[in-house]
């Protein structure tokens, strides 16, 4: 599969999973789709999401993977590739660190401000 097309499709997926997620989850936690990891021969495609607050993790992560046979139809239904990637899903580690970075920063300063 090209770079581009693999981009593309995988560009899509994170659209419509984020679509899906957003219609079926409930209120009680923020799913994000934060990014798709294509294999590089497009046969399967892990759906990467960060959810807040951090104690619905596991509880939104169970749901997503309940759902995977639903995405992948909503995906079907609005996506004309053929052969439609194997979906799995999971928590991103990396957005994990990044906002424990912000809070860090954030908390951090807050405390400096206090201390001069």
Request: hydrophobic share 40%.
């Given at each position: 599969?090209?770079?581009?097309?693999?981009?593309?499709?995988?560009?899509?997926?994170?659209?419509?999973?984020?679509?899906?997620?957003?219609?079926?989850?409930?209120?009680?936690?923020?799913?994000?789709?934060?990014?798709?990891?294509?294999?590089?021969?497009?046969r399967?495609?892990?759906?990467?999401?960060?959810?807040?607050?951090?104690?619905?993790e596991?509880?939104?992560y169970?749901?997503?993977?309940?759902?995977?046979?639903?995405?992948?139809k909503?995906?079907?239904?609005?996506?004309?590739?053929?052969?439609?990637?194997?979906?799995?899903?999971?928590?991103?580690?990396g957005?994990?660190?990044?906002?424990?970075?912000?809070?860090?920063?954030?908390?951090?300063?807050?405390?400096?401000?206090?201390?001069?």
């Amino acid at each position: 599969m090209s770079e581009f097309r693999g981009e593309k499709i995988s560009n899509n997926i994170k659209e419509l999973a984020a679509l899906f997620i957003e219609r079926e989850a409930g209120i009680t936690s923020l799913i994000t789709v934060t990014r798709v990891l294509m294999a590089p021969d497009g046969r399967k495609a892990t759906i990467m999401i960060s959810v807040l607050p951090r104690e619905k993790e596991q509880a939104a992560y169970g749901f997503v993977k309940r759902n995977l046979g639903e995405l992948r139809k909503h995906i079907t239904k609005n996506l004309r590739i053929n052969p439609i990637p194997f979906l799995d899903v999971e928590i991103d580690e990396g957005e994990k660190n990044r906002q424990k970075i912000d809070d860090l920063l954030l908390h951090g300063s807050s405390k400096e401000d206090g201390v001069n």
